[in-house]
């Protein structure tokens, strides 16, 4: 089916785990990103890619690592989990600049424990 | 630090009745955009706005990007229960259009 999944859903993992949060797009869209969404935070960017091979940092990296091998693919590792990294987080894309718009997957609520 | 705040941060409303809801800031956008978030899901894009004054309407809702491009509105006219949601706007840098500055939201609940 065409669209954007992550998955999983839901996940419960324990601090200092390494935990990959995964996002898959059928669209061939270059831009893809990762935001976080915590209460009285808003969304907040974690990592963008503009394409295939080229990632960048958002607002609040630390902590996260992204890989962008495939246009289709756009990986979240948290490399160390701690009982901040609590939150929904949400893969987007988009076909091109912001004005185009954003696409969301349904996101994956991780609770570190 | 660029900032869209988002007004009011919270509506409760009956079913019929209509409403405005907000997003303002001191810098300029190239485009603002409007999302609507369900509990337990991603938020899903209603209109993107490009230009200075220009009004869209979506059914019932109606968009507004202000003429200095510096702030939007939304209105929905005789609100309805499938309405209940934050609603979030997000503007695009005219300096910087890789990423979208995101406002708080709004979170709308329309009562039966």
């Known amino acids: 089916d065409a669209g954007i999944t992550q998955s999983p859903r839901y996940k419960i993992t324990e601090t200092g785990r390494q935990v990959t949060l995964m996002c898959h797009q059928t669209w061939s869209h270059s831009y893809m990103f990762w935001y976080r969404q915590d209460l009285g935070h808003g969304l907040r960017l974690i990592y963008y890619s503009a394409a295939a091979d080229i990632t960048d940092k958002g607002e609040v990296p630390d902590g996260y690592v992204v890989s962008r091998s495939k246009t289709e693919n756009f990986p979240l590792t948290l490399e160390s989990a701690t009982r901040s990294q609590t939150s929904v987080y949400f893969c987007a894309s988009s076909p091109g600049p912001p004005n185009y718009g954003y696409t969301f997957g349904s996101g994956t609520r991780l609770t570190v424990v | 630090t660029q900032l869209l705040e988002q007004s009011p941060q919270f509506l409760s409303i009956q079913e019929g009745e209509n409403l405005t809801v907000y997003c303002n800031s001191s810098s300029v956008f190239s485009s603002l955009q409007w999302y609507r978030q369900e509990p337990g899901e991603g938020p899903v894009l209603l209109v993107t706005v490009v230009t200075g004054g220009e009004v869209k309407k979506l059914k019932r809702l109606t968009f507004q990007f202000g003429d200095a491009r510096k702030d939007s509105s939304l209105h929905i006219t005789a609100a309805q229960p499938g309405d209940t949601g934050l609603y979030l706007c997000?503007?695009?840098?005219?300096?910087?259009?890789?990423?979208?500055?995101w406002g708080l939201g709004t979170s709308l609940a329309v009562n039966p």
């Open positions: 997000a503007g695009a840098n005219a300096g910087n259009n890789r990423k979208l500055i």
